[in-house]
């Protein structure tokens, strides 16, 4: 199994940016999806990016244009910079792995990290 650690949350104001990073043990990385999930008090995970191992990326439609997902493969390491951040995207956010291609839902997904709180404040 994968083993992930996510850093770079924080508090940040409306309009502002953040990077979080998320560093994967184990040798599936090059052959994985990598997705970023966030999950608000009371509300359930939600899915917000992935990177496919093709290369391919994609976006939930609340995201688009303003996150963007990339992978460093030397560093086993898959990144989200996190531009124009507004108070709704206040969570909690996670990185897991998938072997599938372009997955979206939480049961497609194998292993996790631990989280990183990401507050916007208004």
């Known amino acids: 199994q994968v083993q992930l650690v996510e850093s770079g949350g924080g508090l940040v104001q409306t309009g502002g940016s953040l990077r979080l990073s998320c560093a994967a043990s184990?040798?599936?990385?090059?052959?994985?999806?990598m997705g970023w999930f966030r999950q608000a008090p009371g509300a359930e995970r939600e899915f917000v990016s992935g990177a496919m191992w093709t290369g391919a990326t994609y976006y939930a439609d609340s995201v688009k244009g303003r996150f963007a997902v990339s992978r460093d493969n030397a560093k086993n390491t898959v990144y989200l910079q996190m531009n124009n951040l507004k108070p709704e995207d206040t969570a909690v956010y996670y990185c897991?792995?998938?072997?599938?291609?372009?997955?979206?839902?939480?049961?497609?997904?194998?292993?996790w990290g631990q989280g990183t709180q990401v507050t916007v404040s208004s």
């Open positions: 897991a792995r998938s072997p599938h291609l372009n997955p979206r839902a939480t049961t497609n997904f194998d292993s």
């Open positions: 184990g040798r599936t990385f090059r052959s994985s999806t």
